[in-house]
């Protein structure tokens, strides 16, 4: 259970440091890294629900 908090936890740290990074470039270049990254969030939910 802790193990996956902790993933949890880097998560969204990356996930709040990939977004920040996203955000200072251009728009057409974030929407689609925006996109990219919601869609590899989905396959990385199964992961973090199998580690617990």
Known sequence: MTKTLIT???????GTIYIGGI??????????TIEQYINN????MPLV???K
């Open 8 to 14: 949890l936890l880097i998560s969204i740290l990356l």
């Open 23 to 32: 955000l200072e470039s251009e728009t057409s270049v974030s929407e689609l």
């Open 41 to 44: 969030s989905r396959y990385n």
């Open 49 to 51: 629900s199998l580690s």
